[in-house]
């Protein structure tokens, strides 16, 4: 299995230390600090529109309440997603996906789009975002998928089968190697407290690309790329961009 370019210093939800996570404005931040990829959530709205959200509900990142599933797009789309991260960003919206790749595709970023399906509508989370994305992605643009979701990346791949895909997990599982097989995957994301040279080595000598999340602080991630990993989400890219050269990662 090919090994994809995976950028070293992923802006996780966007530059969203410095900017409201998963809004447009984050992504642009992300492209000024000199980041190269984006990291960015993905869900669906009750009338079926992939919008960009982390959490099941809009409570802690809009000034609305309750389920995405259960908001239409037009409801979701008069939040405003910025005031609860800081007064300067108020009225940043909560983006479409079609607005999320159209700015990052205008920025020439890598996306890693989370599939992040609400319980229970893992299939049709995953086939709206994949039609969204066969239509309105830039062809040849570098994308990786990825999903905690089994079923998310099945499903995706059936639709775009051309299309990398990793694993994310918290701690990396004992049959690591035959949930990547069955789900065609190229690379790992896991929490990177739980990495460790010896299990990034199998990882990578295996032929599978190691990511870790989410790591602000440039001394654990100077540790993250001498044991070789191959890329690490940050909130805080500025601090991270630094420590690349730290190890090697190849
Ligand atoms: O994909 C890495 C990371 O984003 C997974 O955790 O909860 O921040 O989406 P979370
Ligand atoms: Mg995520």
Known sequence: MALIDIPKVIA???????????TLVAIVRASDLGVTAVELDVTISSDGIAVMLHDENVDRTSNGNGLITQKTINEIQKLDAGSWFDGTFAGEPIPTLKQAMKTINKHKLF???EIKPSAGLEEKTAKIVADEVNKNWQANAPMLVSSTSEVCLQTFQKINPQM??????DNVPENWREIMQRNNCVSIHFHYSNANLELVKEIKSAGYSALVYTVDDPMAAKDMFVMGVDGVFTNFPEMIMPVTECGSTN
Not at 164 to 169: E, F, H, S
């Open 12 to 22: 996780h939800r966007g530059a969203s230390g410095t900017a409201p996570e998963n």
């Open 111 to 113: 996306f890693n789009m």
């Open 164 to 169: 990398p895909c990793g694993l994310i997990v």
